[in-house]
């Protein structure tokens, strides 16, 4: 077989990390939950906004300001890491 096919002999522990712990996989399972649930709402509230103001500005920087709010938190829990 060729090598570059083969997997390296990895540790479990390096390659499971947090994942054997169910009560851990449950919290990282709410955790993106949430996440997509308030990207979804965002997305709701600035379809509403655009709707009712009438103008479709209004409805774009909401959205403008969700995704750079969610990349802002995404990043930072990284860096926090």
């Known amino acids: 077989m060729n090598a570059s096919l083969q997997r390296p002999e990895i540790g479990n522990a390096e390659v ?5 712990d ?4 449950r919290a990282a399972i709410r955790r993106t939950g949430l ?3 308030s990207i979804a709402v ?9 709707q009712y103001s009438g103008s479709p500005s209004v409805g774009m920087a909401v959205l403008g300001f ?3 709010g ?12």
């Open 16 to 20: 499971s990390g947090d994942r054997s």
């Open 35 to 37: 996440v997509l649930a």
């Open 42 to 50: 965002a997305f709701f509230a600035g379809v509403i906004l655009a």
């Open 22 to 25: 169910p009560a851990a996989r």
């Open 66 to 68: 969700a995704i750079v």
């Open 70 to 81: 969610f990349l802002v938190v995404t990043i930072g829990r990284n860096v926090r890491k």
